[in-house]
């Protein structure tokens, strides 16, 4: 497989606060760069799912946090054929156990928000078809 024929598996943080509100983040770097979407990222070799969540959250937004669900609650698919990309999302639910979410590597702007706050922004594809389809929501 060459470099333009990639397939991505990559992890997301479904973190939600006491009023349903969703932790997002925006992304400051290419690929995708100003879009919102659930904090996450690829695997690195040799690391489980779960610690490369833990890492990412980390990194991106410099927290503590541990995924609550074992398996994904949610899976998305997102083919770029412009980019001769595959991207396969695994979102997991997961809770902040130390920090506060603020911006760090990657990272331009990080917050919770409602259906009508979210629905004001520039998502993922993956982000939206989850919040529609896992959350309920219109967007």
Same mark, same amino acid.
């Given at each position: 497989? @060459?470099?333009?024929?990639?397939?991505?598996?990559?992890?997301?943080?479904?973190?939600?606060d %006491?009023?349903?509100?969703?932790?997002?983040?925006? =992304?400051? &770097?290419?690929?995708?760069?100003?879009?919102? $979407? $659930?904090?996450?990222?690829?695997? #690195? /070799?040799?690391?489980?799912?779960?610690?490369?969540?833990? *890492?990412?959250?980390?990194? &991106?937004?410099?927290?503590?946090?541990?995924?609550?669900?074992?398996?994904?609650?949610?899976?998305?698919?997102?083919?770029?054929? =412009? &980019? %001769?990309? $595959?991207?396969? !999302?695994?979102?997991?639910?997961? *809770?902040?156990v130390?920090?506060?979410? =603020?911006?760090?590597?990657?990272?331009?702007?990080?917050? /919770? /928000? @409602?259906?009508?706050?979210?629905?004001?922004? =520039?998502?993922? %594809?993956? !982000?939206? %078809? /989850?919040?529609? #389809?896992? $959350?309920?929501? *219109?967007?």
């Amino acid at each position: 497989m @060459n470099k333009k024929d990639e397939v991505i598996v990559a992890v997301a943080a479904v973190i939600t606060d %006491d009023q349903r509100r969703v932790l997002l983040s925006l =992304r400051s &770097e290419e690929p995708k760069k100003g879009y919102w $979407h $659930h904090p996450g990222g690829a695997p #690195k /070799f040799g690391e489980s799912l779960h610690q490369a969540l833990k *890492r990412e959250l980390r990194e &991106e937004l410099g927290i503590e946090a541990e995924t609550t669900s074992v398996q994904p609650v949610f899976v998305s698919q997102t083919i770029i054929p =412009r &980019e %001769d990309r $595959h991207i396969i !999302c695994l979102f997991y639910e997961a *809770r902040v156990v130390s920090g506060a979410p =603020r911006p760090a590597q990657g990272t331009a702007k990080v917050g /919770f /928000f @409602n259906e009508t706050e979210a629905g004001k922004l =520039r998502l993922l %594809d993956s !982000c939206r %078809d /989850f919040l529609n #389809k896992r $959350h309920g929501w *219109r967007l």
